[in-house]
Structure formats: C-alpha cells, structure tokens
C-alpha cells in the first residue's frame, strides 16, 4: 500500500500496487494528456537491485486546481496503446500489465504525484480511483 516517506523508493512506497486477473489491459483512471509513455526496452531489474518503473507511462490532468500526474508502472514491454501528447479519458486502454523495471512479479504500480512527474511529489493515489475500479485500473 501507499506509505509515504523520506526518498522515492522502499521502504516507502510511493504508490498502491494491484494484481489484476484474467484481462491484464491498464486503463486510464483520470482524464488528461500522455506526458511519458516509455515502452521500452525496459528489461526487469529487481535482480540488480536497480529501483525504475520499467515501462511506465504519466498522464497529466489539473483537478481542483491542482495540476497532478496519474503514473502507471511495471508495464509489459512494447504493449503502451499510447503515445505522449494523446489525450485520454477514464477507461481507455493504455497498455498491460507487466513486471519490467524493479518489480518480483506482474503488477501495476499507480501512484498520483503534485506538480511534477517524480515520485518525491507522491501523495495517496487511493482518493483519485473510481469507485467502481477500486479494486484495479484493469479493463473488465
């Protein structure tokens, strides 16, 4: 779960994980325009003890007056259904699940960050799912 703390890494961690089942496609949970979307190569590097994402992507959206970056890590390589400047909406498929990057197994990391893009900036991603997907951003 989401522990925030000093640095961007464990022990702290500055997101929620989710597992999903059966459909592994990662949809958008805000609405807002593709700022990263790195597919790869990104090879798993929890061996080598190297802390990234992996294949990750960040769309930027301002709720509330707050200008925020919904950021989805740990994709599969090569499966990003978006490009950076696309606009998406809550729901659209933006690629799968995956264990790239420092990851020991098939995930999402989904985190929420104020500002800027980096997880120094991280705050709890929970209050920004839909209700109806709390369980996972996977498409059903």
């Given at each position: 779960g989401?522990?925030?703390?000093?640095?961007?890494?464990e022990p702290?961690?500055?997101?929620?994980?989710f597992v999903c089942a059966g459909n592994l496609t990662i949809v958008a949970v805000l609405p807002g325009t593709v700022v990263i979307a790195d597919g790869g190569p990104c090879p798993?590097?929890?061996g080598a003890g190297i802390l990234v994402f992996g294949c990750n992507l960040a769309v930027e959206t301002n709720l509330g007056g707050r200008n925020l970056f919904a950021r989805y890590g740990h994709l599969t390589q090569g499966s990003l259904d978006v490009v950076v400047g696309a606009e998406v909406v809550p729901g659209e498929a933006l690629g799968t699940e995956g264990e790239s990057g420092f990851a020991t197994g098939f995930h999402l990391h989904f985190e929420i960050d104020v500002g800027v893009a980096s997880a120094a900036h991280c705050i709890n991603p929970?209050?920004?799912?839909?209700?109806?997907?709390?369980?996972?951003p996977c498409h059903s």
């Open positions: 989401y522990k925030p703390g000093p640095g961007a890494f702290n961690h500055t997101g929620i994980d798993n590097t929890y929970v209050p920004y799912l839909d209700p109806s997907i709390i369980h996972c």
